[in-house]
């Protein structure tokens, strides 16, 4: 009798054990909403270096390529200005510049002309001049910092004409000249020398 209520005492034991293992197995399943954290399903987004790697820098343009301008020209008239005349000639002369192969090459033609008369009681003084005028030369230096480097080639003639109480008197004059200028690119930018003063401008 003792033998059977051991027996059956440990059969409710084993029974309740049971019992206990599988409500805790319950808890863990994976589809309960109690006690588990679910991922999270949106991806994150991944940053892969800083935000300039890969980007390269700006090129500069050359600012030759398709340079065109006038190179203007203030000629001092000697014998204009010794009798009050207006003292300078004006001109200009236009140019552009061409590229060949890596150079860009600049040249350009132009002229000035003057002519004026000073009227007295004794008589007239007459000064005119004319000048042709070629440049060439290269456009060159790096991006942002490029000047134009040029000779410029100047011929002309003057006439003096005096005619005064029976005097006339004709004292023509020609000559030439050769000028090595450098000009950075700015409009305005400006040289000058003995009887003659450059400016440059630029169209573009």
């Known amino acids: 009798m003792k033998r059977t209520i051991l027996a059956v005492s440990v ?18 399943n994976p589809n309960s909403s109690e006690g588990n954290i679910q991922p999270d399903a ?21 600012r030759c390529s398709g340079l065109s301008g006038a190179l203007e020209m203030q ?3 000697g014998p204009a200005d010794a009798v009050g005349l207006p003292p300078v000639s004006m001109g200009e002369i236009p140019f552009s510049v061409v590229p060949e192969g890596e150079v860009y090459l600049v040249q ?3 002229s000035v002309s003057y002519q004026e008369t ?16 070629a440049l060439f030369g290269e456009c060159k230096g790096e991006p942002g910092n490029e000047a134009l480097d040029i000779t410029v080639e100047m011929s002309g003639e003057q006439m003096v004409e005096v005619r005064a109480d029976g ?8 000559g030439t000249q050769s000028l090595d200028l450098s000009f950075p690119l700015e409009d305005g930018a400006a040289q000058e020398g003995e009887g003659w003063t450059f400016v440059l401008h630029l169209s573009n």
């Open 108 to 110: 350009g033609e132009g």
């Open 11 to 28: 059969m409710i034991l084993l029974s309740l054990a049971c019992a206990t293992l599988t409500d805790g197995g319950n808890d863990a």
């Open 42 to 62: 949106t991806p994150t987004p991944t940053t892969i270096g800083g935000g300039d790697m890969g980007v390269e820098p700006s090129l500069v343009a050359n």
């Open 75 to 77: 000629i001092l008239v």
């Open 167 to 174: 005097l006339q008197g004709d004292y023509p004059w020609s």
């Open 118 to 133: 000073l009227t007295e009681a004794w008589g007239t003084y007459s000064v005119s001049f004319n000048m042709e005028g």
